[in-house]
Nanobody, 120 residues
Framework: QVQLVESGGGLVQAGGSLRLSCAAS????????MGWYRQAPGKQREMVAS???????NYADFAKGRFTISRDNAENTVSLQMNSLKPEDTAVYYC??????????????WGQGTQVTVSS
């Protein structure tokens, strides 16, 4: 079993910053990609940012220049630094982790979600 625990969400004014963190624990041999997704009310879940085991990052267009994803492989954590937040960033943010299970395969795990609310 793998558990993901997220922290760092909250209420912030437009232009402010928040830092989200996600810690993975349990039966982990190796973590492949880690990432953050978000889902706003009435909308589909969308990718925010991802980072490979080697540190290669990928960002959604709306996140480029404002958000920074990072990971600590020793601690099995992934973080998302969010700056210059806008009201449209309001959503539930989910951590996603791909755990290597052998034979070239991995299983996806999701955090419980953390609410980010940006007031105008």
């Amino acid at each position: 079993q793998v558990q993901l625990v997220e922290s760092g969400g909250g209420l912030v004014q437009a232009g402010g910053s928040l830092r989200l963190s996600c810690a993975a624990s349990g039966s982990i041999f190796r973590i492949n990609a880690m990432g953050w997704y978000r889902q706003a009310p009435g909308k589909q879940r969308e990718m925010v940012a991802s980072i490979s085991s080697g540190g290669r990052t990928n960002y959604a267009d709306f996140a480029k220049g404002r958000f920074t994803i990072s990971r600590d492989n020793a601690e099995n954590t992934v973080s998302l630094q969010m700056n210059s937040l806008k009201p449209e960033d309001t959503a539930v943010y989910y951590c996603n982790v791909a755990i290597y299970t052998g034979w070239g395969k991995s299983d996806d795990y999701w955090g419980q979600g953390t609410q980010v609310t940006v007031s105008s």
